[in-house]
């Protein structure tokens, strides 16, 4: 039986910016149609996305699948919609991280992207929660939020300009004194701490590997929290995180469980949900949905 694709291809991801977009369209339908899947590409911006991903998945005349071509904010974005069902996401890494492709083992060159899309099976994966606001793989705290604001202004810049700019403002965060005050509670006693950031992870991550877990439904939320006092220990800390040999740092504090509150005394703090930089109440309530999204995995 010959599959249906639907692909959402967003023109302002890092790996499409600059790119002919109707080239990138008629080259996936190419591709696609020699494997032998029929795939149908629209080109949205902004939130058109959200509403094109929403039609697909509630058209009677239902696609195989929905593939979506963005960045990890992209790919989030979906992923709440069809956590409410329809079918399967596909994914086509166009990011600068491409976490949730990288988990699932999708390759990153378009051509390899589309050939493992093309044979793939659905599976279930685990999904977290923040606030009632579903993300695949991470919410972050302090540094990170901070940075995201620094690299949206940078978007749509070379990367010649962008990059060092980044890098300087890495450089100066190691500076930032005012560390976030915040009670982390797992189903234990709260454990009160000082950290410059902290990330809750959908499922611990493996040793030896940057940002990539072992398995996508171990129905469990790990958070990792930083709090080497030195601004030296923190860049150590970055560079092993870079690496793959973070699991060792004695000030890498891990917690995990099925539902996490974070409090502080700030009524409002900056998230950054798989890449999407939000404002939330405070407390957060993070909790684990088991199995909530389906995926094409090859």
């Not at 032998?36 to 939130?47: D, I, N, S, W």
């Not at 960045?71 to 989030?76: K, S």
């Not at 976030?180 to 030896?208: C, D, N, Q, S």
């Not at 439904?217 to 150590?236: I, K, P």
Request: positive net charge.
């Amino acid at each position: 039986m010959i599959r249906r694709y639907a692909v959402i291809l967003n023109a302002s991801a890092g790996g499409l910016i600059g790119r002919d977009m109707d080239a990138v369209a008629a080259e996936v339908v190419a591709r696609f149609a020699a494997l032998g899947v029929t795939a149908t590409v629209e080109l949205p911006q902004g939130r058109e996305i959200d509403r094109a991903v929403q039609r697909l998945r509630d058209d009677a005349a239902t696609p195989d699948a929905i593939i979506v071509g963005g960045g990890d904010g992209t790919i989030a974005h979906a992923a709440q919609l069809l956590a409410q069902g329809g079918p399967p996401l596909g994914i086509l890494p166009f990011g600068t991280l491409n976490l949730l492709a990288r988990d699932l083992g999708i390759p990153f060159a378009l051509e390899d992207a589309i050939a493992a899309l093309a044979t793939a099976t659905p599976r279930k994966i685990d999904l977290g929660d923040a606030n009632g606001v579903p993300f695949c793989c991470m919410a972050t705290l302090g540094l990170v939020p901070m940075l995201g604001r620094v690299r949206e202004k940078q978007r749509g810049m070379p990367p010649l300009v962008a990059w060092p700019r980044l890098a300087g403002s890495w450089l100066r965060a190691l500076y930032w004194d005012p560390k976030l005050a915040l009670t982390l509670e797992a189903g234990t006693r709260p454990r009160k701490m000082r950290t410059r950031g902290m990330g809750i992870a959908v499922g611990a991550y493996m040793e030896g590997r940057f940002l990539q877990r072992a398995s996508l439904d171990q129905g469990v939320l790990v958070a990792y929290t930083a709090r080497h006092r030195s601004r030296w220990a923190l860049l150590r800390f970055v560079i092993d995180l870079a690496t793959g040999r973070w699991a060792g740092d004695p000030e890498l504090d891990i917690v995990s469980g099925t539902a996490l509150t974070v409090q502080t005394h700030r009524k409002r703090l900056a998230v950054m949900l798989d890449g999407e930089l939000v404002r939330m109440r405070t407390p957060l309530e993070f909790r684990v949905r088991p199995r909530a999204l389906h995926v094409l995995a090859p």
